[in-house]
């Protein structure tokens, strides 16, 4: 009986650890995701922004990406940050996004985040 129950119990601490360490992850990448957004809206305002980067979080390293569209329903542009890591062989990424003037004024820009 013992020897079902104790590799059942293990595998299932694991896949738990897994969990939270795939959270902790996920909650680091966004605080990056969002700060980064901050940065680029204010270099934005100035024309200093870049488009790709990578940045550390503790030990862990963040590719980010960032990318402007016009958005679809009015004379607005999206601007998006995402931010990718590793977890185990996998890739996982978040962003966060944000309305800018089309003009490049940041007075008025409202921020959105999602996972």
């Given at each position: 009986m013992m020897a079902i129950i104790i590799p059942v119990a293990m595998e299932g601490m694991s896949i738990a650890s897994r969990a939270g360490?795939?959270?902790q992850r996920k909650a680091a990448a966004m605080r990056v995701a969002e700060r980064l957004l901050n940065e680029?809206?204010?270099e934005a305002g100035t024309q200093q922004a870049t488009a790709?980067?990578?940045l550390a979080?503790?030990?862990v390293s963040y590719p980010w990406t960032m990318r402007t569209e016009n958005w679809s329903e009015d004379a607005l542009q999206q601007?998006?940050?995402t931010v990718?890591?590793?977890l185990q062989g996998q890739n996982y990424d978040v962003s966060a996004s944000t309305l800018l003037?089309?003009?490049g004024t940041v007075e008025t820009a409202t921020a959105t985040a999602s996972l």
């Open positions: 360490i795939l959270g680029l809206v204010v790709s980067g990578n979080d503790g030990d601007m998006t940050v990718t890591f590793t003037p089309a003009s």
